[in-house]
């Protein structure tokens, strides 16, 4: 994941559509939502610019020799700079939503609770929440989507340090809240922690590219940062809960990702379970102390041992008081995998559950189509089941915060082949159907959908060759070109929306 893992189109578009499930356009409720999504570091640019501080992924995307594509965020989509075109863009393609990320040293350049403030800073996102309220657009605002100032992570390690970070963190929220929660409605706290947790401080795929290939502990880095991130986002939502939720009356929470995991032997008790296992380690991790108020799950105690940090008392009345504020559960999801339970004891370094990942079963069935990227397999089906898990363990309404997919061969097409995105759009379609059928047959709560990405984008360890876009950018000029897939998806939710306030199968729960 992440790194340059480009799959190339050996076959032709036709032929591998031909491998994929139709779209049956399936209704949805009324009032659900739609948007695009984004992250500061991957599209912003001007990372030198009106004083924005550096951050790890500065940092990071320019070792030398390069521990990445060799590529850097330094003007990425540039769109600090054509702020009014891409609000255009998103207008254009009639979102409902756009959700995007604030740069942390954008505002505060060092990042401590101490340091000073950046107007200018506050200035840019001033102007794109209020040229997006004046399109008709909501802004969704991620607080953290991985890109830490590059200070507080040389003061006190970031999120190895749980005391220093938790403060500093929820001084750079309350500051988000108050500057810009008069208009902003929807807050999540952190992108994707098990990712910040396990490619930054395990696999040292991402910023700041801990591993033990580096020489550190990656038996105990992880599930410290874990744990950092669980109680920063505890104390920003009491924070918000307390001085902000009043007045302002938004949401918050958080992002998690996950694959879905089916068992690899169908038959097997083991498997089974192992599955599930892979599960809790996932999303548990972080779901079961936020939502729940509560532990981790007890697989992975079990397994961790005194490696899972423990909460403390006062930790743990923080996390059941804060709790029910977490108003929705944040879904990022692109595909799934089946689980085999290992015959062996875990090694200390294992962060599965003791669980052996594959994309064929017992059978030497694939899991799914393989799409533009080799982690990433068409996988609709499972992605049903995963809206069940999380609906039946979390009892939160849902919102796909992430979903997308580059086409196989994207970054090598002409710009003609590109924008049309046939297998992009048929990716979306399925997996709109999979939310129907989740909302409108198994009863469970969906309110809304961004795809990734409104455009392509920085993606991270694989620099620029790995496209999710629904618009088409050129890198060297800047030029932004709408894809098929960005017309299909303004007109499907129209479609599919419309045919619920007709009457036509209406069994939403919202
Ligand atoms: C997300 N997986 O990460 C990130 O939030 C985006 O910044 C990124 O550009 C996008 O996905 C596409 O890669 C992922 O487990 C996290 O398969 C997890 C997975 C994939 C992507």
Known sequence: MFESNEVRADTSTKSVLDTLDSVKELPLPADFLWGAATAAYQVEGGAKQDGKGPSIWDEFSHREPSVTSGEDGDIACDHYNRLAEDIALLSSYGVDVYRFSICWSRLIPLGGRHDPINEKGIAFYNALIDGLIA??????VTLYHWDLPLELHKRYGGPLNTTEFQADFEHYARLCFSRFGDRVKQWITFNEPYIVALFGYHSGILAPGHSTKTGHDSTTEPWRVGHSLILAHAAAVETYAADFLPSQKGSISIVLNSDFYEPYDATSESDQEAAQRRLEFYVGWFG?????????PESMR?????????????????????????????????????????????????????????????????????????WLRVTHKQFRKLLNWAWDRYKRPIYITENGCPCPGENSMSLEQAVDDQFRVRYFGLYIDAISQAINEDGVKVAGYYAWSLMDNFEWAAGYSIRF????VNFTTGTRTPKRSAKYLKETFQKRRTAVSNGEAVNGKL
């Open 135 to 140: 399109h008709g657009i909501k802004p969704a």
């Open 288 to 296: 079961d102390p936020i939502y729940l108020g509560g532990d981790y």
């Open 302 to 374: 079990k397994q961790l041992g005194s490696r899972l940090p423990q909460f403390t008392e006062a930790e743990q009345e923080l996390l059941k008081n804060s709790a029910p504020h977490n108003t929705f559960y944040g879904m990022n999801h692109y595909t799934s995998q089946f689980a085999k339970a290992r015959s062996t004891p875990p090694s200390d370094d294992d962060h599965t559950g003791n669980v052996e990942e594959s994309t064929t079963n017992s059978e030497g069935v694939e899991i799914g189509p393989l799409s533009g990227v080799s």
């Open 469 to 472: 876009g629904i618009t088409h």
